[in-house]
């Protein structure tokens, strides 16, 4: 197992639009950020993760990118750009940004190109396909709903978007696209950006034939007809080889369809293609058959399950894994996986203790150091995720009335997680003077960076803690995980040791008061979410105790 810096670091998440907004247009920007930068340093942060910035329409908020060398006028300028990943290098920080290559904006020179002959010389830039008995050339769904086909007139083919139609896939077959992408990722790279994470990597070699779904269940048609396609380890390997590989630089991989199975083609050190994968196993445990808009209990057995899974086969191969409960896809953490309402401080640090001691790279989102959670908007309109006005759209063409199913949206709608940040009580918490590109989460005046920094017990400095205790013993980074009882439904508990530490962690992942009995002696408590914490185990609702053992 190879020791790095990139295994060694505490990652934290930007969603620019929704972090801090500096020229009070309402939208969040990156000298907003760079005013921010000493806080996130004060948390212990070692990479910054931050989330599209160049050129696009915001079909699908920057994941439409139409200038890949350019930053997003709202976002400020290239000179803000350079100033930003100067601020984080001045602090000792490093600068991973958001690679979107599976496809690009229709605003792309390229695909205005492309889309006007059928002998454009930009035309196998995308992937192009005649029609099908007066249809799409197959029934594909798109990642937000609909087909993921859609006709242009002017040429008379239909062109493949598996996410919205302002968002064609690019055709990977065409080795000019590969010499583009590597040129975007070398131009970012002598600027100095730190490395990547690349949006739905696991989807770029699409399979030559085109066939139609082969099951109703959407996860399944994404691991075995959108992802995993037969030249994406020849396409990663080469990207490796050429560009990658000339670098001191990190590389995560989105991977949606990156099942068991595939973990370890993508990562395995002696793969030389990405650093570390997203997989998204434990992010569809709460999704019923209907997709995520469709939620349903989840089973901590089973979330234990893959966690166990995961670092059984990442560890075998000298794999890397990603650490992570939440991001800007997803509700936020405290609600969905935990509790979000009297015992949601407790909550918030349990999944802080989860989160900064498994073995794998933490990926801390934006406001989750606050224990920020789910909002409720009453209407409609107030949500701005494309994928969530589609819901509502595919809701009114099966003549049902969104109004009566918005708790789906409640539970699982991407913008739970992009309400704007939490700085402080005052006016949008800070966010801005103006009115915000969306509403702010009304639960503010009592989640904020200002009332949290003036507690000692608050969340946001339990994860200064938890950090600096992860920072502290690197046999929480390099060290061996075992959990213990895996059938147990409320205790998650797991021991991470090498030869000169060895940890409990007691997880109770549950609103009731649990017995726990670990069979280890010899435990000294150490770090605990509740301030009048004993060594014993009789586990309170959503208590956490980290121990160390001394036999
Ligand atoms: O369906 C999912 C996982 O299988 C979702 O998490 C998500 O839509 C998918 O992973 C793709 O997410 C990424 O690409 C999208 C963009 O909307 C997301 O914000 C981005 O994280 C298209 O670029
Ligand atoms: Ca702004």
Redesign the pocket.
Known sequence: MKKTWWKESVVYQIYPRSYNDSNNDGIGDIPGIIEKLDYIQSLGIDVIWLCPVYESPND?NG?DISDYRNIMNEFGSMADFDALLKGIHDRGMKLVMDL?V??SSDEHDWFEESKKSKDNPYRDYYIWKPGKNGGPPTDWEA?FGGSAWAYDETTEEYYLHL?TKK?PDLNWENPKVREEVNSIIRYWFDKGVDGFRM??ISLISKRPIYTDMISPVFEET?AKQYANGPRIHEFLKSMNQEVLSKYDIMTVG?G??ITLVHGLDYVGEDRNELDMVFH?DH?FLDMGAGGKFDPIPYSLVEFKDIFNRWDAKLSQGNGWGSIFLG????PRMVSRFASDGSYREKAAKLLASMLLSMRGTPYVYQGDELGMSNVAFANPEDYKDI?TLNYFKSLEAEGKDPMDHMHNVHKMG?DNARTPMHWSGDKNAGFSEAEPWIKMNPNYPDINVEDQERSTSSILNFYRKMIQFRKDNPTLVYGDYESLQNDHDKIYAYRRWDDVNEFLVVLNFSDHEVDFDPIITGLELLIYNYTDATEDLLMRPWEAKIFRIND
Do not use: L, S
């Open positions: 699908d994941y979107v599976n496809h990642f996410f968002q949006d739905v994404i989105e949606p369809g998204f992010m991001n800007h896809d997803f994928e991407r």
